[in-house]
């Protein structure tokens, strides 16, 4: 009955059948807003646990042990690493409260001074005092709304650690059968498509998953380590912001480096040299993750050009905000498979063949 009912010509049914695809995932993302976090922190979950339940079934286990081992073995390491970061975590984040309205102040009589220095030594106009107050203004405003905003989310928080677990075990478990039972709906004409696109999407979402986790980890202790050996305040939360606005392509590790930056200007004053320090441990970090990791467990999963991961970053964060920013990449890549293979798959049968 559909397959009638859509047009004649190939290129006008794959964007025809593409639209009612995406128009669909919004739908679903709209209508699952409220649960959009805890479901994609257990879907990150049920791809890094899934190889290990399966490794758990080969050897013998039945699948519900399996799943409820591999949870508990999450839970005792996500309690040893509280025990461990926490106290000082929180400690420093405290410390950031506290101190905000000063690094404001601070960053701001930098840029002023840097202002007067080129005004005196160039042809470039001062700049107006009152730009600075109206800055300083906004940003401890700002400030004080994300930290009382974070504040107020412990109630969020505590909802999403009690849904992640829950929805990661029925993912582990049920996952396949709620996979085939969908397949199901799917006629046997176009079977064989459908099948071959959730295979490569679902394959490089594990890939990119999987791979961004692991990069994210090794930035937030490459970029930790780094701002403690140079005496940089704060150092334990700046490099814990910066492994989780890793996730944010392109953007993420510029928002780190201004963060380290003002945190610098701020404990340094006009000594350029701990500034310098801590934009050069981001620096250094982004170049070893370019240079090993992300050829190694990202470039194949999310092969995007850098323009068009750009404008989904800005585009995604200005619709769903952070979260977003973070599912830029993978909804991008996920669409260029489905219209890849849309475009292929719906062809004539003659031309199948020939790719």
Not at 95 to 106: K, N, S
Not at 209 to 229: E, K, P, Y
Not at 256 to 280: E, H, K, T
Not at 318 to 327: E, P, W, Y
Request: with cysteine.
């Amino acid at each position: 009955m559909l397959g009638q009912l859509l047009p004649d010509s190939p290129g006008v049914r794959v964007y025809l059948v593409f639209a009612v695809v995406v128009a669909c995932v919004a739908l679903t993302v709209w209508l699952l807003a409220p649960l959009l976090v805890p479901l994609i922190v257990s879907v990150a979950l049920y791809t890094l646990l899934a190889p290990l339940v399966n490794r758990l079934g080969h050897w013998g286990m039945a699948r519900t042990p399996a799943v409820l081992l591999a949870l508990l073995l999450v839970l005792l390491a996500g309690l040893i690493m509280l025990a461990l970061i926490a106290p000082q975590l929180f400690d420093q984040l405290a410390a950031l409260q506290q101190r905000l309205p000063g690094v404001v102040d601070t960053v701001n009589g930098y840029f002023q001074r840097l202002t007067g220095w080129l005004h005196a030594h160039s042809q470039l106009p001062p700049v107006d005092g009152q730009f600075f107050e109206m800055f300083s203004s906004y940003s401890g405003n700002l400030g004080k709304d994300v930290l009382l905003g974070f504040s107020g989310r412990f109630v969020q928080l505590t909802v999403i650690l009690l849904l992640v677990p829950l929805f990661t075990y029925f993912l582990l478990v049920d996952y396949r059968a709620l996979r085939n039972q969908l397949m199901s709906f799917v006629s046997n004409a176009r079977f064989e498509l459908a099948w071959l696109i959730y295979y490569r999407v679902s394959r490089q979402l594990q890939q990119y998953v999987r791979g961004v986790l692991l990069q994210s980890v090794l930035m937030a202790s490459m970029t930790a380590l780094g701002f403690g050996l140079i005496g940089l305040d704060m150092w334990l939360l700046l490099g814990a912001l910066t492994g989780l606005l890793n996730l944010i392509p392109y953007v993420g590790p510029l928002m780190a480096m201004v963060l380290a930056a003002f945190v610098a200007i701020a404990q340094g004053g006009m000594d350029p040299s701990l500034l310098l320090a801590a934009i050069g441990v981001i620096v250094g970090a982004q170049l070893i993750d370019n240079v090993l990791v992300v050829p190694a467990v990202i470039a194949e999963a999310a092969n995007l050009h850098p323009l068009s991961v750009i404008v989904g970053v800005i585009v995604f964060g200005n619709l769903f905000g952070f979260v977003g920013m973070v599912l830029a990449v993978p909804m991008l890549a996920s669409a260029r498979i489905v219209l890849s293979e849309l475009y292929y798959g719906l062809r004539p049968p003659e031309l199948q063949a020939l790719r």
